[in-house]
């Protein structure tokens, strides 16, 4: 079940990264730097905001909707988001107080009241693992905003513009899921179970806003230290990065946390321990060489995808998030898994305080010593400190397996697979498009000939139980 959520939900995020990819394509060479700048960070400013909105219910749905026992939270889900959007006017005051000018602030905010009512309604649908729903909202929010963007392009190329078209793809997305997930909700103010709400899920709220800030701090810092062409430039980089190589992670996050918590509440410690051994081994196996081969390709990556005023920087600073990425990953979609089972939502505090400081500390000393690379590196200082930080805190919360023999073959195989690219890039003549098609291919096969040789995630067998589940499948197909 966790390989064929996990497939569903790969799928889902390879096909809108594809079009994300597409849309970065096309967006970096139809937006001036200054202009897709704004629109990053009007991106940044809005996931910030669209975090506090619905931090609130993410461990609500994940606990009570994804035991599918009867259990109906979407009333005090919806009730509760409506009463955070009042907070609409002081996210435009901050957004001023940060550097947005008024239409862009005001846009920001928009597109963050879309993206939380989107969030939410995937979570819904998440925890009652149904991912097929959520592939065709994914997939429909990608489109929209891809068409979307070619129109304002086309019309008046603005951040602005570019901003509110985002909004309305993901409200596009909303709708093409309202019915599978919101119908026969009931909405009901009561107030008992909003304070109670509000207690509980107080830390969760605060640290994953915090995060979400923490992971924004960069693309302000280059904007008010060296400008807001500069800061475009970054983050197109680095969302080209995250876009790439979040999506198998977030794939599988999505379908082991609610499995998680449904093994934990019907068989115990044990059961849910060795469900998490084979998590870690698959999110490490698919994560650790998707981001050492990205780093070794980016420049290649840089010249294909993004346009001519934008590869310079991605080619320097690609390579260094491409392993602040596999920190990240290991932080956010598995240890926090210990607070999840815990119920030690201070603890996401804790962390989420630590990955911030170090940022912000790190972004301030670096950007004004060496630009937007700094801020690179800055972001890969933050990431080390998060995982240090987690890492220490699951051990007083659920203490998570860390199975170092697997990881330990997973490691060599990825190795291996990386000097064998790096090898084959010095020795290639040929230009960016054909040569990473080469490479991709070159270390597919050498990884997935040592997956095969050790067995990494137990490749083999279930490989073997795919193939006879086909034969089975064909044979009473041919029989019918």
């Known amino acids: 079940m966790l390989i064929g959520q996990a497939s569903i939900n790969l799928t889902a995020n390879v096909l809108s990264a594809l079009l994300g990819l597409f849309s970065v394509f096309i967006f970096t060479r139809l937006f001036a730097p200054h202009d897709y700048g704004v629109y990053l960070l009007g991106i940044g400013f809005a996931s910030v905001i669209s975090v506090f909105l619905v931090g609130w219910f993410r461990n609500l749905i994940l606990s009570g909707h994804a ?29 001023r107080l940060v550097g947005l000018d008024g239409a862009a602030a005001l846009a920001a905010v928009v597109l963050a009241v879309a993206i939380g009512l989107f969030e939410l309604t995937q979570d819904l649908l998440r925890a009652r693992l149904k991912a097929l729903s959520v592939m065709k909202a994914t997939l429909v929010r990608a489109a929209a905003l891809l068409g979307l963007g070619v129109v304002v392009a086309l019309a008046s190329p603005t951040g602005v513009l570019l901003l509110l078209a985002a909004a309305s793809a993901y409200l596009v997305a909303v709708l093409v899921q309202s019915r599978s997930a919101w119908r026969g909700t009931i909405i009901s103010f009561d107030r008992a179970d909003l304070r109670s709400l509000a207690r509980t899920s107080l830390p ?15 693309r302000f810092m280059i904007a008010n230290l060296v400008g807001a062409a500069d800061a475009g430039k970054y983050v197109a980089a680095l969302d080209l990065v995250r876009q790439t190589l979040m999506m198998p992670a977030m794939s599988m996050a999505a379908a082991f946390f609610p499995m998680a918590v449904q093994i934990h509440a019907r068989q115990g410690d044990a059961a849910v321990t060795s469900h998490l051994a084979d998590c870690l081994e698959l999110l490490a196996g ?19 995808v993004l346009g001519a005023d934008f590869r310079a920087v991605a080619s320097e600073i690609m390579p260094i998030i491409a392993i602040a990425v596999l920190f990240q990953v290991l932080t956010q979609q598995y240890l926090h898994a210990s607070f999840l089972l815990s119920g030690r939502n201070s603890f996401y505090l804790i ?11 790190l972004s301030y000393l670096l950007v004004s010593l060496d630009g937007t690379i700094g801020a690179a590196w800055a972001r890969l200082g933050a990431d080390i400190t998060g995982f240090v930080c987690a890492l220490i805190l699951s051990r007083f919360a659920f203490q998570v397996p860390i199975p170092l023999g697997r990881l330990a073959l997973i490691t060599i195989a990825a190795l291996a697979m990386a000097l064998t690219v790096g090898a084959l890039d010095r020795a290639l003549d040929l230009t960016d498009l054909p040569a990473s098609i080469l490479l991709i291919g070159a270390g597919l096969v050498v990884y997935a000939a040592l997956c095969w040789l050790f067995d990494i995630a137990r490749l083999r067998g279930r490989l073997k139980r795919g193939l006879v589940m086909f034969y089975t499948r064909s044979a009473n197909s041919n029989v019918g």
């Open 67 to 95: 035991r599918n026992d009867g259990t109906d939270v979407r009333g005090l889900v919806v009730s509760g988001y409506l009463i955070c959007c009042l907070t609409a006017p002081l996210a435009y005051l901050l957004a």
């Open 204 to 218: 969760l709220t605060l640290s994953l806003t915090l995060l979400a800030i923490s992971s924004v701090t960069d």
């Open 286 to 304: 698919v994560t650790l060489p998707a981001c050492l081969g990205f780093a070794l390709i980016a420049p290649h990556v840089a010249n294909i």
């Open 351 to 361: 962390n989420t305080a630590s990955i911030i400081a170090a940022n912000v500390i």
